[in-house]
């Protein structure tokens, strides 16, 4: 994967769960801690918490167990029930960056029988620079974004 100028590098994920957009956008959003691998905590204390304040400009971040803090990023666009965009700003060294953004964008589409599609887009890796193909393996793996779904599937179940 290069990071050739001009070339949007970006990992697709789609995934149906048994849930209304309403319900699928409150668990994704509102719930994200009990879905959220453990082990993807860039804090200093173990992950108690993941928060994504409900409103555009909000707060994404993990909380620790023992009470302090970590950035991930910040909600940049906020449409409960059809769509979230968060931007996420970890940088390849696994630490808060303000300078960098890639987005993950999420929209909650309705299908027959009270399903819901989610498709997660995180784009612009490109942003990582010589990293970009080094990310892009990770949120590629069974252990990036397609584990993070299946757990959302599985809670949503």
């Not at 970006?10 to 453990?38: G, K, N, Y």
């Not at 887009?121 to 490109?126: F, Q, T, V």
Request: aromatic share 10%.
């Amino acid at each position: 994967m290069s990071a050739e100028s001009g070339t949007e590098i970006m990992v697709h994920r789609q995934v149906s769960v048994p849930l209304t957009p309403q319900r699928a956008f409150t668990l994704f959003t509102a719930r994200m801690t009990e879905f959220w691998p453990s082990e993807h905590s860039i804090g200093s204390s173990a992950l108690a918490e993941v928060v994504v304040e409900p409103r555009e400009g909000g707060r994404w971040f993990e909380r620790g167990a023992d009470g302090s803090e970590c950035d991930w990023g910040r909600v940049a666009e906020w449409t409960p029930t059809g769509r979230v965009v968060l931007l996420w700003q970890i940088g390849a060294d696994w630490k808060f960056d303000p300078d960098l953004e890639t987005e993950v964008e999420v929209t909650f589409t309705e299908e027959p029988g009270g399903r819901t599609l989610l498709e997660l887009r995180h784009r612009h890796l490109e942003r990582y620079g010589d990293q970009a193909g080094a990310m892009y393996a990770v949120f590629d793996s069974p252990g990036g974004w397609d584990g993070t779904l299946a757990a959302f599937v599985a809670l949503a179940a």
